[in-house]
């Protein structure tokens, strides 16, 4: 059985902490499970006025989402809340009015900074969201890497300790994904 997953990563710098933890964790995930990552540094600012337009880029991340069956969202925190390119990414696939690709989407969020908070405003922000998007969000485990530039070897690789952990994570993941998965095929009965 095939998964897809799309992946966010909520910082558009070249070297984001980020996006190293992020590349740990799609290493980690198990064979059957495809990663496409949704590119957001190019999407115009949302206006509603587009609405009744097309923009290459809105449709391409529109299908990319439409067609995952789950998002994994990785991101850094900035001024206590989410990037502002990730909030756009949400706001463009939430419209067209009735038309949001994050209505029952499967969706788990987590966070690094180099911080002692780990970001964890930006994750409950994404929450807070996808829960006014009706999106299945996973609650556990929360993962908020705190002094993230700590857990990051001189080469960029992940220290051996939050390997331990993030595996947990992928683990809860691909079970919340799957179980969530045969929930639906159970209410087509
Ligand atoms: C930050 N940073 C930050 N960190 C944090 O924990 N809470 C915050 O509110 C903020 N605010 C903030 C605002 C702006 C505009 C920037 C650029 C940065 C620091 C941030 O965590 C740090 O730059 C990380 O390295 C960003 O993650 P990436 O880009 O390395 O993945």
New binding site residues.
């Given amino acids: 059985e095939s998964i897809t997953i799309a992946l966010i990563i909520g910082?558009l710098?070249k070297?984001?902490?980020?996006?190293k933890f992020a590349e740990y964790v799609v290493s980690q995930m198990p064979s059957g499970v495809t990663i496409n990552e949704v590119n957001i540094a190019d999407l115009p600012l949302y206006n509603q006025d587009y609405d009744g337009t097309t923009i290459d880029s809105y449709e391409r991340v529109r299908q990319q989402l439409k067609a995952a069956d789950a998002v994994l969202i990785v991101t850094?925190?900035?001024?206590?809340t989410m990037p502002a390119a990730l909030k756009n990414v949400i706001d463009i696939a939430s419209r067209p009015y009735k038309q949001s690709v994050w209505a029952d989407k499967k969706v788990a969020v987590m966070t690094?900074?180099?911080?002692s908070?780990?970001?964890i405003?930006s994750g409950l922000d994404v929450r807070k969201s996808m829960q006014m998007l009706s999106a299945q969000m996973m609650i556990r485990p929360e993962v908020h890497l705190s002094r993230a530039t700590d857990s990051l070897n001189e080469d960029g690789s992940v220290s051996e300790r939050t390997q331990k952990y993030l595996q947990k994570f992928v683990e809860a993941f691909v079970d919340f994904v799957a179980i969530a998965d045969s929930r639906d095929a159970d209410s087509n009965n």
């Fill in positions: 910082s710098r070297d984001s902490i980020n996006r850094p925190e900035h001024n206590r690094a900074s180099p911080s908070y780990g970001g405003n």
